[in-house]
Nanobody
Framework: VQLQASGGGLVEAGGFLRLSCAAS????????MGWFRQAPGKEREFVAG????????RYSDSVKGRFTISRDNAKIAVYLQMNRLRPEDTAVYYC?????????????????WGQGTQVTVSS
C-alpha cells in the first residue's frame, strides 16, 4: 500500500503548481482522499479533501478559491491544482487516503499517507 506524491518545486508568488498522488498496491476508488501540508515548526494541517466519486470536495479557508482537488479513479490518482500561490503556502504536502468514502477534514480519519513533496513559494 503506497501513495506517491509528486509535482512539488520552487515557484514565485502568484505562480502555480499541480501536485499528483498515485496509489499502488491497493485500490482506493472507494475511499475519500485528501491533501495535507506541514510547514517548518508547525503542525500538519488539512488542505483539501475529495469523496470517493469526486462529488464532494472540502477546502481549508486559507486555500479556498485558489486550490482545486480532483481525482481520476481510472488512474487511481488524486491531484491538487494550486493557483495564485503565496509564500505562506510553503510546506511539505502529503496526500492521504481516509478510511471512509467521503471528503473528511480530520487527519485522524486518514490511515494511509504518502511521503510528501516539498512546495516552496518565493516572495
Amino acid at each position: 500500500v503506497q501513495l506517491q506524491a509528486s509535482g512539488g518545486g520552487l515557484v514565485e508568488a502568484g505562480g502555480f503548481l499541480r501536485l499528483s498522488c498515485a496509489a499502488s498496491g491497493r485500490m482506493f476508488n472507494n475511499n475519500g482522499m485528501g491533501w495535507f501540508r506541514q510547514a517548518p515548526g508547525k503542525e500538519r494541517e488539512f488542505v483539501a479533501g475529495i469523496s470517493w466519486n469526486g462529488g464532494d470536495t472540502r477546502y481549508s479557508d486559507s486555500v479556498k478559491g485558489r486550490f482545486t482537488i480532483s481525482r481520476d479513479n481510472a488512474k487511481i490518482a488524486v491531484y491538487l491544482q494550486m493557483n495564485r500561490l503565496r509564500p505562506e503556502d510553503t510546506a511539505v504536502y502529503y496526500c492521504a487516503a481516509n478510511r471512509r468514502a467521503w471528503a473528511t477534514t480530520a487527519a485522524t480519519e486518514y490511515n494511509h499517507w504518502g511521503q510528501g513533496t516539498q512546495v516552496t513559494v518565493s516572495s
